[in-house]
Structures are given as C-alpha cells and as structure tokens.
C-alpha cells in the first residue's frame, strides 16, 4: 500500500495535485456558495446570492498560497519541500474548515454578508447551498492530500533525481562511441530534475565526460 502511494505521489503528481487543489478553491470563491431567499421588507432584494469570495476571502488567500507552494515545490531542495508542505497543509485545512463550516450552517457561515448588504442582522427564510460551496470542498480536499503527499514522499524525490541524473557515474560513462541506446543512454531528465540541478549550482547543458576544471576551464577535452 505504502509503496503504491509513494508511486503514485511522486514529484509531477504531487505538484499537479497541489496545484488543482488551488486552482479550485480560486474558482469556487468566484462563484455562489449560498443564495439566501426570503429577505424581508427591510431589504431592497428578496433574494441574495453570496459568492465564496463574499463569505470566506480567506478561501481565495489560501489558493493563492496553493499556487505559489505548487511552484516553489517544484525547485525547492529537500529540507524547504518540507517547510512548503507544511505550510500547504495549514492552507488545506483552512480552506477545508470554511467549506465544511459552510455546508453545515449556511446561516451562520452568510450572516457576516449577508449583513454587510442588508444593513440588518435578520436572517432570511431559507438558505440554499450553491455549486461553488461544493467546489470549494473538494479543492480543499485535494489541496490537503497533495500536500500530505509533499510532506511524507518527497524526502525520495532527491534518490530519485540522483538516480536519474545523467547516469554519469554509471554506464553513460563507461559507454563507448557509437553504441546503441540499448547500451546504457544516460536517461533524459525532466524539467523538475534540471530545476533540481540548477539549485545545487549544476550546468544541465554540459556533455557527459566534460570536466569544467580541465583545459584552463573550457570545460571540453579533444580526443585524438
């Protein structure tokens, strides 16, 4: 079970979660999270319709964090992938507990709005949960899981990226001129692993068998 959740949550489905997780919960703020019906005559509208962004602007700042963490996880070194994942998962409960609170007491969760627009703590007759609450619900959820992913497997991500990286300790470099692939071609490494490489102050562009310190610093040597 452990070992089909670390494959599952490796680096580029991790980063995707995160970052879907995030773009929900921006998505549900724009849209209706309670319509409240049934005002009064002290209000000018017998209807209300309050949009997530309305009820709970904390939601909006906690996609934002989501959004900003899913790119900084993407080229933060090991020890800051923990901080990130840290801080993602305060985002996803935060955003968890306003959607959840929501659904459980929409009069409660509206009458802060709902007040501001009417000018009167009356409540409306009846309050009907909109699209935009559910949304919101399951961004918080992937949000959460995304990060917990971050959190508990990425300390492998940096095996994996050592592992991956060029094969330049191991048959790439004992592989000789015009042998097939089959042979032993280093793995190419993906935009997260160059990410990775230019941190710890590596040139990706650099040729296998390349060493920057000989011939004056050139970085290249020529065969004869």
């Known amino acids: 079970m452990i070992g089909h959740l670390a494959y599952f949550f490796q680096r580029r489905n991790t980063v995707l979660f995160i970052q879907a997780g995030a773009v929900l919960l921006l998505v549900s703020t724009a849209l209706t999270w309670v ?3 049934g005002l009064g005559d002290t209000t000018a509208v017998s209807t ?14 906690m996609g934002l964090v989501g959004v900003a963490g899913g790119v900084a996880a993407t080229i933060a070194r090991r020890w800051a992938r923990g901080l990130i994942g840290a801080v993602l998962l ?6 968890l507990l306003a959607t959840v609170l929501a ?4 009069a409660a969760a509206a009458a802060p709005s709902l007040g501001e627009v009417t000018g009167t703590t009356e409540q409306a007759a009846q309050y009907s949960l909109g699209f935009g609450l559910w949304i919101g619900l399951i961004g918080g959820i992937v949000l959460t899981l995304g990060s917990l992913g971050l959190l508990l497997f990425s300390p492998g991500w ?14 790439a470099g004992t592989a000789a001129p015009g042998r097939s692939q089959a042979a032993g071609t280093p793995q190419k490494a993906d935009e997260f692993d160059l990410w990775d490489g230019l941190s710890d102050g590596e040139d990706p562009t650099a040729k ?3 060493d920057p310190g000989e011939d004056g610093g ?4 020529r065969r004869r």
């Not at 309050?50 to 602007?57: D, H, K, R, T, V």
């Not at 305060?90 to 955003?95: E, L």
């Not at 659904?103 to 929409?106: F, L």
């Not at 994996?160 to 048959?171: I, N, P, Q, T, W």
């Open 35 to 37: 319509t409240a019906t």
């Open 90 to 95: 305060g985002a996803g409960a935060i955003s």
């Open 218 to 221: 050139t970085g290249s040597r």
């Open 158 to 171: 940096s095996d994996e990226r050592a592992s991956k990286k060029y094969d330049r300790g191991g048959s």
């Open 48 to 61: 209300l319709a309050l949009s997530g962004g309305e009820m709970a602007p904390t939601v909006r700042a």
């Open 103 to 106: 659904i459980a007491d929409p």
């Open 208 to 210: 296998e068998g390349e």
